[in-house]
């Protein structure tokens, strides 16, 4: 009876947490896909007048067509990889936002690159790219090429990745869903409370000894 108990609690806290964060579930699911298979889109870009042709040019009209943003900030969840359709029409995001732009520039522009992804960024590598300390190559957990993808142990320290990931799933959510999440925890702790409760017997008689 007790581990059905923990089971269902178990199940209602994390069903309550979805709900919280992601209203809508679709943008969860597809924001996994799209990390195996980022939506690159060369016609998405094409519109996109007075882009440059030096790569290091590209990346910087990027940072300034995309200025920084959390998830929460845009799209109004944690995380949501975003279409390059969907990046132009916000005034801002993230680092998934900035490399699926990035990459559909430069597949447009026939320009070499690879793809990377560590555990809190996401980032384009190109020749004669000015990495910075975030984007070292052993940084990456996986390194996307036209080979397919390579996964290798991240070399990142741990508590920067923490405390990244920390910023962009509590510091930014907005309050009224911090107050929601929080209340998944008495809530869940209530429910455990009532199915644990043995039911009353009533009717029940006992014989007297005379």
């Avoid at 969860?28 to 998405?44: E, G, Q, W």
């Avoid at 790569?55 to 390059?84: A, K, M, S």
């Amino acid at each position: 009876m007790r581990k059905k108990v923990v089971a269902m609690m178990l199940i209602f806290f994390c069903l309550w947490t979805l709900f919280v964060l992601y209203p809508n579930p679709y943008r969860l699911v597809v924001s996994i896909y799209r990390t195996f298979n980022p939506p690159v889109d060369v016609a998405a870009v094409a519109l996109i007048d007075e882009v440059p042709e030096d790569p290091r040019e590209i990346e910087d009209f990027v940072l300034d067509t995309v200025p920084y943003e959390y998830n929460w900030q845009t799209y109004g969840v944690p995380f949501y990889f975003p279409t390059p359709q969907e990046v132009i029409a916000k005034d801002g995001g993230d680092c998934k936002s900035r490399f699926i732009l990035l990459a559909s520039l430069f597949e447009a522009k026939g320009i070499p690159y690879q793809q990377s992804f560590s555990l809190s960024h996401f980032w384009i590598d190109y020749e004669g790219k000015e990495s910075i300390a975030i984007e070292q190559e052993e940084n990456a957990l996986l390194r996307r090429t036209e080979e397919g993808f390579k996964v290798q142990l991240p070399q990142e320290e741990l508590r920067e990745s923490a405390e990244a990931l920390w910023e962009g799933f509590w510091i930014y959510m907005p309050l009224h869903r911090k107050i929601l999440f929080l209340l998944g925890f008495p809530m869940t702790v209530m429910i455990g409370f009532f199915m644990n409760r043995k039911p009353a017997v009533y009717g029940k008689t006992t014989k007297a000894t005379i």
